[in-house]
């Protein structure tokens, strides 16, 4: 049995849902971020800043840093749950897991600050 | 009369010994229930058909996109960070180890998207026979190879 340590997880469902919401916001997000990296001739510094921090860019940044870390966080946690089981990862596999899902959102919340604090810098 | 009897004997005697049997099966799924439950995800024993490859390196490629928005916030960040960083920044993918990174993360990408569609679309049922996610797997192969190349050809 998968004891939960941490108790973010209240539904499976919302979590299943939000995982398709976020891949329906990241999926145009790419296709925008691609388009504009395959479309500009000449790539160069100002064309890159004039880009990315206009107004809609930031937002549109924003919103997909957001979608990514809600994402990642579900994506990561089910793959702990599936593989960090006492059967698989020994009898300390509680606390492994737990481990792991720290390092997890650690490195999602460094992201998510990072991410931030670039977007908005001008 | 004797004969019948040992006939009805004998007959109550092999339904005892199924019921023993059929007891002491579902003892040891009693058993096993709590002390040692089936797990079904002994990767070693299984052997894995093409839709099922597919799953599992779009898992994979989920984690390596966990690791990869680093280097991309990482790049950005130089990118932007002044006219230098810029140039920095355009060595780095210049560089065979930044191109081999970064072609990587795109392919990775490229995989999980189409995978997930894929995914999408069957969640709805759409594709969702046996025949039909192994064509499905075939094209998501196909497409992630097809859109990387184009993208990288495109880009450098
Ligand atoms: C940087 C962006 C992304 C990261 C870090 C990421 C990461 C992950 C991870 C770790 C999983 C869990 C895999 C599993 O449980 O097997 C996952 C699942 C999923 N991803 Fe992504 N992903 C990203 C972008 C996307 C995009 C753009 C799509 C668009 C189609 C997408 C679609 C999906 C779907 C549908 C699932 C659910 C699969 C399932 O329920 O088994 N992801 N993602």
């Known amino acids: ?122 | 009369m004797l004969c019948r009897s040992l006939e009805v004997d004998g007959s109550l005697r092999g339904l005892r010994q199924a019921h023993n049997a059929s007891v002491s099966i579902s003892n040891i799924g009693v058993k096993r229930m709590k002390t040692e439950r089936p797990v079904n995800l002994n990767l070693l024993v299984f052997r894995f058909p093409l839709a099922a490859i597919v799953s599992i390196t779009h898992r994979i490629t989920g984690v390596i996109l966990f690791a990869g928005v680093a280097f991309a916030l990482y790049a950005f960040d130089l990118a932007v960070a002044s006219e230098q960083g810029f140039v920095a920044a355009k060595a780095l993918v210049a560089h065979p180890l930044g191109m081999f990174v970064l072609l990587g993360l795109i392919a990775t990408l490229t995989f999980h998207i189409v995978a997930g569609l894929k995914h999408l679309l069957m969640d709805f049922h759409v594709g969702d026979t046996v025949e039909a996610a192994f064509y499905g797997s075939i094209a998501v192969i196909v497409l992630t190879i097809v859109i990387t190349g184009a993208v990288g050809v495109t880009l450098w």
């Open chain 1, 1 to 122: 049995m998968v004891t939960r340590v941490l108790k973010f997880n209240h539904s499976g469902l919302s979590d299943f849902m939000i995982q398709r919401a976020t891949a329906m916001i990241l999926t145009p997000y790419t296709f925008l971020i691609m388009g504009f990296f395959l479309t500009t001739s000449e790539m160069d510094y100002g064309k890159l800043v004039e880009f990315f921090f206009s107004l809609p860019m930031q937002v549109a940044n924003s919103l997909a840093m957001l979608a990514i870390v809600a994402h990642a966080w579900i994506g990561m946690w089910t793959i702990g749950t599936d593989y960090l089981l006492e059967a698989h990862a020994g009898k300390h596999a509680n606390f492994i897991r737990s481990a792991y899902q720290v390092v997890c959102l650690g490195a999602l919340f460094i992201y998510l600050v990072w991410a931030f604090r670039l977007v908005w810098q001008f």
